[in-house]
Nanobody, 121 residues
Framework: QVQLVESGGGLVQPGGSLRLSCAAS????????MGWYRQAPGKQRELVAA???????NYADSVDGRFTISRDNAKNTVYLQMDSLKPEDTAVYYC???????????????WGQGTQVTVAS
């Protein structure tokens, strides 16, 4: 079984910073793209940032320049450094990954359970 476990969410004031982590565990051969999504109340889930195994990244326009995604392939972990946070960044943040459980199997998409980020004074 494969699990994604997020950590690092919480309450922060506008202009503050938070760092989210997501560790993948279980039967893992290789992890391809890893990413962070978020869902605010009453809104659809949206992509925040993604990173390939080789380190190529892409960001939503709303977070570009404020958030930084990175990963440690040896630890099967992806990070999201969030700076200059705004109230509109308030949402549940979900980790996502395309994971191959074996060299003989195709990759499947997995989600974490989500971590709440609240930006408020």
């Amino acid at each position: 079984q494969v699990q994604l476990v997020e950590s690092g969410g919480g309450l922060v004031q506008p202009g503050g910073s938070l760092r989210l982590s997501c560790a993948a565990s279980g039967s893992i051969f290789r992890i391809n793209v890893m990413g962070w999504y978020r869902q605010a109340p009453g809104k659809q889930r949206e992509l925040v940032a993604a990173i390939t195994r080789g380190g190529s990244t892409n960001y939503a326009d709303s977070v570009d320049g404020r958030f930084t995604i990175s990963r440690d392939n040896a630890k099967n972990t992806v990070y999201l450094q969030m700076d200059s946070l705004k109230p509109e960044d308030t949402a549940v943040y979900y980790c996502n990954a395309d994971i191959e459980k074996s060299r003989f199997l195709k990759a499947y998409n997995y989600w974490g359970q989500g971590t709440q980020v609240t930006v408020a004074s």
